[in-house]
């Protein structure tokens, strides 16, 4: 799978450097021919969400959270790999809304990363996906998304 950067400038998108873990963590485990990716938290390089959906926080910006947060991912991916070349397959992807305890539009804030997925990399990105709500996240972030990936390992 190879990311496509035309998409992605269209966009106004920019992916920056893989974040530094802020707990007692790392950012990524290779086992066998998967990556298990900690959770990334909705800030990407100068843009950050923070806030509740229900409350402060709209659909739509949610969806620019979960956005930012897939991002954030895809650049541990690119760390970890070096490129693209090696991903083979996004085979889940699992999201946490910061939000309000009626708010139950958490698959469509998270179409945000599923949608970008697809357009970054090509329908062959549609992958498996869990939507939760959540009372609170670390820093007080929107949105938080976990992933696993299978890689190619003989391009790596």
């Not at 809304?97 to 539009?105: L, S």
């Amino acid at each position: 799978m190879n990311l496509n950067k035309e998409v992605l400038e269209a966009k106004g998108l920019k992916m920056y450097p893989a974040p530094k873990p802020v707990g007692s963590y790392v950012q990524c485990i290779r086992t066998g021919n998967y990556l298990h990716l900690s959770g990334g938290i909705s800030v990407n390089g100068e843009t950050a969400y923070y806030g509740k959906l229900g409350k402060d926080v709209s659909i739509e910006d949610g969806q620019k959270a979960a956005a930012a947060a897939i991002l954030n991912r895809l650049a541990v991916i690119e760390g970890e790999l070096g490129s693209f070349a090696p991903l083979k397959k996004i085979v889940a992807v699992n999201g946490f809304v910061n939000c309000t305890p009626d708010f139950t539009d958490q698959a469509k804030v998270l179409n945000g990363a599923s949608d970008l997925l697809v357009e970054l990399f090509g329908p062959e990105a549609a992958h498996s996906r869990s939507a939760v709500g959540v009372v609170s996240l670390p820093l007080g972030v929107a949105v938080e998304i976990n992933m696993i990936v299978e890689i190619d390992p003989t391009l790596c």
